[in-house]
């Protein structure tokens, strides 16, 4: 069986920006909208999406074991169970002793290919070993980055990166924006940001309370069907990247009717 | 300036932060495609300012050499005020000359 399979990469430079959480939550979506999703956690060392996904206590085998033929690729596997689309692979686990190297998930993300129309590496922070590995295997990105200074420094260094790599093309999560710090001017803009890193936006998401609320309990905001902002958001970038088109969310519209209009007025130039 | 500067003023608060974040984020975005430290700058910036000033007079304090990104492309930009050829000739002090990387290592050479 020969698929299209689409093999995404989701990295960011900077830790803590919310790369894993979009990888659970985009696998969830894209599972419930019909296909066959790979989630693939290429960060060893430190990982945790079976955590955000509820999966910590079933993992058995990961990459390492398959590679090294101790077990089959649907035994490393672990399907969710309320969204039997979805399969997470972990890369190896914080005490295995020969690091992979970037044949190995060349090699692995190539078994994945034969079974799902979906494959999500979630990267490893930084630019070093894990990163140069999760990149060797994919074809196309997305970077994660909040609207913070720190965050966006590290998107573009990853950026030059991915283009060095041939990777293409990379599309831009905006992540944890704040609508009234926007308006405030507090937070950079999101055409500060699409501008400073010249990206194609593939979607933004709003700063959404929830999100911690869902990771305490191991279940992703979309597979519980949520309407909360950050749930909104998180569906709307699935269907982009499946071609839908949807429209962006307006940050400004977020806020109620009055407070726009005023908003409007303390930004008009008056000299 | 809008009304949000001018509330910003008079309650002498400063101004809203994420104009100042831009503004930092593409300078140091600048030199971190470039891999040009501020102190390579410098030096470079001096060397140009004495190979422009061996055929055209410059104004010194006038002049700007600046690193500036567009697109993810960076162009070394060049604005020096030029005062006079060295025959003699004086020019419009206004005037000013932009050269890209490519021009200034071209003069550089000759």
Not at chain 1, 111 to 118: A, V
Not at chain 2, 27 to 40: F, G, M
Not at chain 2, 77 to 90: D, F, H, M, Q, Y
Request: aromatic letters at 2%.
């Amino acid at each position: 069986m020969t698929l299209n399979t689409r093999v995404i990469l989701i990295c960011s430079g900077k830790g803590g920006v919310g790369k894993t959480t979009l990888t659970a939550n985009l696998g969830i979506s894209l599972a419930r909208k019909g296909s066959p999703t790979a989630v693939l956690d290429a960060d060893f060392g430190l990982r945790n999406l079976d955590l955000l996904l509820g999966l910590e206590n079933r993992i058995v085998y990961t990459a390492q074991e398959v590679l090294e033929e101790s077990c089959r690729l649907d035994q490393a596997l672990v399907k969710h169970k309320q969204e039997p689309n979805l399969s997470l692979l972990p890369a190896g686990n914080p005490r295995m002793l020969d690091w992979l190297k970037p044949e190995d998930m060349v090699k692995i993300v190539d078994m994945l290919s034969q079974q799902f129309e979906y494959v999500l590496i979630d990267c490893p922070a930084g630019v070093e070993d894990g990163f140069r590995n999760a990149v060797a295997a994919s074809k196309e990105a997305i970077i994660v980055t909040n609207p913070e200074v720190s965050a966006v420094r590290d998107a573009d260094r990853v950026i030059g990166l991915l283009n060095t790599h041939g990777v293409k093309p990379v599309q831009l999560v905006l992540n944890r924006v704040r609508p009234k710090m926007m308006e405030s001017q507090e937070m950079l803009s999101i055409e500060d940001v699409t501008d400073i890193l010249a990206l194609p936006l593939l979607g933004l998401v709003l700063e959404d309370e929830q999100v911690i609320v869902s990771t305490n309990r191991g279940e992703p905001l979309t597979l519980i069907g949520s309407q909360s902002p950050a749930a909104r958001c998180y569906s709307n970038i699935a269907g982009r990247l499946q071609g839908e088109e949807i429209p962006l969310i307006d940050p400004a519209k977020e806020g109620s009717g009055l407070r726009e209009k005023f908003r409007r007025l303390m930004q008009t130039k008056i000299f | 300036m809008t009304l949000r500067d001018i509330l910003n003023k008079l309650l002498g608060r400063q101004p809203a932060s994420a104009a100042k974040a831009r503004e930092r984020l593409q300078l140091v975005l600048a030199h971190d495609r470039t891999d040009l430290s501020p102190d390579l700058l410098d030096q470079m910036r001096e060397e140009i300012l004495k190979v422009v000033a061996k055929y055209v007079e410059i104004d010194l304090e006038g002049g700007a050499v600046s690193l500036e990104t567009e697109d993810r492309m960076t162009a070394l930009v060049a604005n020096l005020p030029i005062k006079r050829t060295l025959s003699g000739e004086i020019k419009i002090k206004e005037q000013s000359t932009q050269e890209t990387i490519t021009s200034v290592a071209e003069e550089a050479s000759e």
